[in-house]
């Protein structure tokens, strides 16, 4: 035998000899003499032990070091006290301040949380998904990646009786649970401040077709216009997916437009960044020749050197802290009639100081 090999197999084997083995509730009954089922029924409570025996018991298995068997009790109460949470990217300061939130909640109910990260990747997401079932989840909350079109992997988590909480990112499927921000009313909030600040023409780099937000920040835009008699121009509103090169070729399209806009809304404060940096690089006052208004309100904003006017703020901690008090809900209830919680937060406008 190689010595290297030998020397590995005789350190793994002391190691082995040396790890103390669990104490279990056989011994301690050994020890008190009694029965197995008395010794079992005396750790967990029972009623039918007396306080004298449970107390007895229970001093002897602290003293032999007895922990229990988390697994065999998580099988006999059929949960494994873990839930499991997607998230398209948690380098975004909105994902980062919701997982936070929900480590919080599950934390203090005793839950362990399992994290994954899509990266917007929808086989990605499908992959995750079968993972996270096989580790025997409890429940599962999801912020849907941007280029999900097929939601079949989270309807089959159905037959495993493993309910699903979407927040934010929600799919376009009816009977689902959600906890989700009020874009519409956010959109209508941001076009009704450009048009005070004497704004016409104003564009919309919209996030994809497939996201339900992206169809929420059209109507609000189409709205507020209406409502200020103004003839919407659907050639003004430029879908991209979020990435750098999709704003540019957004931004792009905007300014090559005939009726170039004067001030654009941005999908989030990213896209928002993407688009300015890109405008101040073709020479472009930002702010004077061309202003902008975002989503999200993330910290980003505060380091930019022309951030954009104001950001609709979609309270990223509430949207987390209200998923995982359903989905926990979902879980202890376990009730197959349960209906659906649609959950909607109210967005809110908020001006960046210059």
Do not use: W
């Not at 990223?316 to 995982?324: K, T």
């Amino acid at each position: 035998m190689d010595l290297l090999v030998k020397n590995i197999y005789l350190y793994n084997h002391r190691a082995k000899s040396n790890m103390k083995k669990p104490i279990t509730i056989k011994e301690i009954a050994k020890k008190l003499n009694l029965s197995f089922s008395t010794v079992s029924r005396a750790l967990h409570g029972h009623p039918n032990i007396s306080l004298v025996t449970q107390q007895r018991v229970k001093q002897t298995a602290d003293e032999m070091g007895y922990e229990p068997n988390q697994t065999a009790i998580f099988f006999q109460q059929g949960k494994t006290f873990t839930i499991g949470v997607i998230l398209p990217e948690l380098s975004e300061a909105f994902f980062a301040e919701a997982i936070s939130a929900i480590e919080d909640i599950a934390y203090k109910r005793n839950y362990t949380v399992l994290l994954a990260q899509s990266h917007d990747d929808e086989e990605r997401e499908k992959l995750l998904v079968d993972k996270l079932r096989t580790h025997r989840i409890d429940g599962l909350l999801v912020s849907v990646a941007k280029n999900t079109s097929n939601f079949e992997h989270f309807e089959q988590l159905k037959k495993y009786g493993i309910p699903v909480v979407y927040f934010d990112r929600i799919p376009p499927l009816k009977d689902i649970h959600y906890v989700a921000c009020n874009i519409e009313t956010g959109s209508i909030e941001a076009v009704h401040y450009l048009l005070k600040r004497g704004h016409r023409n104003i564009g919309l780099i919209n996030g994809p077709n497939s996201l339900i937000a992206s169809g929420q920040r059209k109507e609000g835009y189409i709205k507020a216009l209406q409502k200020n008699r103004l003839k919407f121009d659907p050639s003004l509103v430029v879908n991209c997916n979020l990435t750098q090169e999709g704003t540019i070729a957004a931004l792009d399209t905007l300014l090559g437009h005939r009726r170039k806009p004067t001030a654009i809304v941005s999908f989030n404060d990213y896209v928002s960044a993407f688009a300015i940096k890109h405008a101040l690089k073709m020479g472009i006052k930002v702010n004077e020749e061309i202003e902008f208004v975002s989503f999200a309100n993330a910290p980003i904003t505060a380091y930019m050197q022309y951030p954009p006017l104001a950001s609709v703020e979609q309270f990223p901690a509430i949207q987390g802290q209200r998923a995982v008090d359903t989905l926990l809900d979902l879980i202890k209830t376990n009730d197959e009639e349960q209906a659906f919680y649609k959950i909607v937060i109210e967005s809110e406008l908020v001006e960046h100081k210059k």
